[in-house]
């Protein structure tokens, strides 16, 4: 099959492309070229910006793909240029959304959640995609336009810094390499799930072709949930190192620094199980089985080789919280 992938050089999307060649598919890249890894050899790149959107177009209606797997659709606009290009011409059309399109509640918080929950979005970003996935699904309704969606849950791997639950920039793995101990919301037990980018591609590529697929959307997560320690653990044992961790209440981190915690009011915050059991079904290639510290130690490589992970003396402010937290008990002394 001749495979367009939009994008192709980036997180999951390199998993994908990774996927697709094993399987002996021609692949075709479209992107800036701006990325800084580049794609594996031999395969060719058309480059462009999908946001001019004549450009794009005419790129694409001077092509033939069999399929299409657009990555970077974030809002109705991107998805009715994707139409344009590509309706009636293509036999699959997959687009990557987000299970951040679940909701409400707000925040998120459950177990099994799966594609039949209600739509409301998490963030600007789930309602973009929202928009993205209607315009699509529409078009299949009206004439049978050969999409499936997919909803990632957090996908890591190369091209992205290892996230923690507290948010920041790549500092924490600095921390854990230095010895120093690291923050941790609430009891550290809250579950999430983790997929490495090797492993989701095996499902974006083996959906390809499977007509019963066309108008479906799927979650695409992995199907042990962990806890958010159990996840900072493996990272320090990835490092080689252990990790030392000081759990403080979520509100606490908000109060003390908006701008840093906030983000923990959302999905890293709450426990968020998504349901894999439609993919398992539909997809049974997808079994993600790559070993969590061996996709970890493969991410921070990729941290290492672009200088992704900043030196952590040059912010105190978790050493300040961790030492005021350590302290509290004495006040009561
Ligand atoms: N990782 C997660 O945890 C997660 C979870 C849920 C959903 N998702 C979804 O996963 C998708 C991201 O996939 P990814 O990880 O492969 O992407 P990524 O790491 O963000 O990489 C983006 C890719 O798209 C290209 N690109 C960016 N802007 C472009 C533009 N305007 N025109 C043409 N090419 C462009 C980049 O290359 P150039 O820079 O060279 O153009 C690169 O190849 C998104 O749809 C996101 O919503 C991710």
Known sequence: MKVLVIGGTGNISR??????LKRNHEVVLF????????????VRVIHGD???REDFENKMRAEKFDAVIDMISYNADDAASALRAFRGRVD?????????????PLPLSGVNIDETASLNGQSGYGL????????LLDAHAEDGFPVTIFKPSYTHG?????????GGDGSWIDRLRKGKPILSAGDGLSYFQ???SRDAGV???AVLGRAQCFGEVYNIVHPRARTWDEWHRTVAEALGVEAEIVHVPQETLIAISDERFGGLRGNFGHTQIYSGTKLARDVPEFQPQIPLVESLAENIAWMDKHNRIPDSDADDLEDRIIAAVRDLPNRFH
């Open 158 to 166: 190369p091209g992205m810094p290892v996230h923690r639950q507290v």
């Open 50 to 52: 999908r946001r001019q």
């Open 15 to 20: 998993g994908i492309v990774a996927a697709l």
């Open 128 to 135: 973009g995609k929202i928009a993205t996935d209607g315009l």
């Open 31 to 42: 992107n800036r070229g701006q990325h800084p890894d580049a794609p594996p050899p031999d």
């Open 194 to 196: 983790f997929l490495s």
């Open 203 to 205: 499902g974006f590529a």
């Open 92 to 104: 699959h059309f997959v687009h990557c959304s987000t299970v951040m399109t679940y909701g409400p």
